[in-house]
Structures are given as C-alpha cells and as structure tokens.
C-alpha cells in the first residue's frame, strides 16, 4: 500500500513508472469505448471511495472513469453529508470506517492538515485530488502531456508558468526537482513562491527561476502553463491582486517571446490571465491535457493498490 500526497515524498523511480504505464495504458484503449474494462480488470472488485469538500469536474470525472476501466467501482461522497467535523464523527473514527468499507481513499479538500490525519489514521491508500498546497495528480498528468506532445522526455524542456504561486505550481516545482527540467516563474514579486518551497528545492540541490517580467519569464520556454489568477476560495482583494497581474496575461504577443513550437497548457478552470485566441488557438492543447487526466490516475490508482506492472 502506498499513499499520493505530495510529488515531494515520491521517489522520482515510482513518478517515472507511474507515467511509462501509463503511456503503455493509453495506448492498448484505442479501440476500447469509454466503459470497457482493461485486459485483465487489475482492480476488478476494488472500491475507491472519494470525498469532495471542494467542487470539481476533472478531477471527478478521471477518478470515476480510471476505476471502472480497471475493473472497480467507485463512491462519491461530499463532508456535507458526513458527520465529520459537525461536533459527531472524528477523523480517526470516520478513517476506520473509509478503512472497513473502502479499498482507497482519493480526498479533495481545503485543509492540509485534514488530509494528513486521514493519512495517519485511514489503512488503505490515500490520494490527494487537490489540497491547499498541492496538486499532484494534475502535475504528473500535465507532464505526461507535455511528454506525448514534445515526443522526448521532460527533462529536455524549458518549463515556464506564468500566474500566481498556488497549488498547482507547488507541485510543478516539485516535479522540476524529481523530473530534473528547468523551471522559469513569471509573476509580481508579492505573488512568488515562498520560503519553505524554494529552500526545498535549494536542499535537493536544485535551483528554479523566479522572473517578475512575464517576457524574460517565457523565452526560450517550449511549454507555458499557467492557471486562474483568482482561485475559488481566493480571500485577497480581487480587484488588487488582478492589477497586480496585468502584465502577465498571456496572449498571443507574450507566446511570440518563447519558441515557436511552444504549446500552451492549463490545467482548467479559466479567467481573463489567458485570451481566447492562445487559449483556443493551434499551440493551445489544453482539452488533450483534461483527457488525459484519466489515464494518469490509473496508474497512479494501480501504484497506490501495489498493481503497478
């Protein structure tokens, strides 16, 4: 049994297995309809249980496919729903319930801190499917993406996210450090990553670089990701922090800076940080990239479930 929580705790080995499956994966479902199970079943009767205390569309959607395909079934549940944290039901209790029913656990949630409990108390696999200050199986998907499209391995590429420092970069980071590619920043100076990520990645001595000019940030880069500026739950002044960032929406001027085969990427849903004509345009891929979010999360199901081949 193994958990996925953060890219930072994953040995690169098993982030590198996970997407030669799931290439392998892809691949063998050409001529499979969308409900078809693998040859095999290799979680035939497994029960992933999954929790949103945070709406979601992709994240859902893969999850619920990836199961089925490999021959399992899956439960959605919401906390609303649940006595937890309403003076009822603790974490530890409601872990050992998850624990007696389910086969795995794939929580979506606003706090760090629950998942980690979750962890502590729950005896099968745990999967993040977004927390606060993580996002790690939208970033092992996108890099999966980025490998099918640019045909060579990551680590040949010149990275760059333009947009706030949130979740979803945290984890991008983390994988420039496992995957070993260049990673360029583009944000205001109040919005760069801070302290504890960037001495993380001073630690495994590696370096990122942080540009508060959106053009520095993308030349040279062959793939731009970026995400929303203002995030669901985002507690700061809209109207400051969206200012703050007027000079970093990406349009088709600010992609002339990086090469010209460079492809856009985001990992959805958007705002204004992107014009429709980058967003739908010819380098765009980014309907390629929620697609493929399905057969990442296979894999990473199968790694947690000690199936990976």
């Known amino acids: 049994m193994k958990h996925f929580i953060n890219l930072k705790d994953i040995p690169a080995k098993d982030l590198r297995n996970i997407i030669t499956d799931a290439k392998k994966r892809k691949s063998l479902r050409k001529k499979l309809s969308t409900l078809e199970v693998d040859k095999g079943a290799p979680l035939k009767g497994k029960l992933l249980i999954q929790m949103f205390e945070k709406s979601s569309l992709r994240t859902r959607l893969s999850f619920y496919l990836a199961i089925r395909q490999l021959g399992g ?23 050992k319930i998850l624990s007696t029913y389910g086969d795995g656990f794939m929580l979506r949630t606003d706090s760090d801190k629950k998942i980690k409990n979750f962890e502590k108390y729950l005896s099968i696999p745990v999967i993040n499917g977004l927390s606060p200050s993580s996002h790690p199986t939208q970033v092992l998907s996108d890099i ?8 060579k391995p990551i680590s040949k590429l010149n ?29 205001p100076k109040k919005f760069e990553p801070g302290k504890e990520v960037r001495n993380w990645v001073k630690k495994n001595n590696k370096k990122i670089y942080i540009y508060n000019d959106a ?95």
């Not at 999966?144 to 045909?151: L, W, Y």
């Open 73 to 95: 079934g899956t439960l959605t549940l919401r906390s609303n729903e649940l006595h937890l944290g309403q003076g009822g039901e603790s974490i530890a209790d409601t872990a």
């Open 215 to 309: 053009k520095k940030a993308v030349s040279g880069a062959d793939v731009i990701f970026s995400d929303k500026v203002i995030s669901l739950n985002d507690k700061v002044n809209k109207k400051k922090k969206i200012q703050a960032f007027k000079n970093f929406k990406i349009d088709k001027k600010l992609m002339s800076y990086a090469k010209k085969n460079c492809i856009f990427l985001h990992c959805l849903p958007r705002g204004d940080e992107v014009t429709d004509d980058v967003f739908l345009g010819k380098k765009s891929h980014v309907w390629q990239q929620a697609l493929n979010r399905v057969h990442v999360q296979k894999s990473i199901l199968l790694y947690c479930f000690g199936k990976l081949r």
């Open 144 to 151: 999966f993406t980025v490998e099918e499209i640019k045909k």
């Open 159 to 187: 990275i760059c996210w333009i947009g706030d420092s949130n979740n979803v970069l945290n984890s991008l980071i983390a994988a420039s450090v496992k995957f070993s590619f260049k990673l360029s920043i583009g944000c």
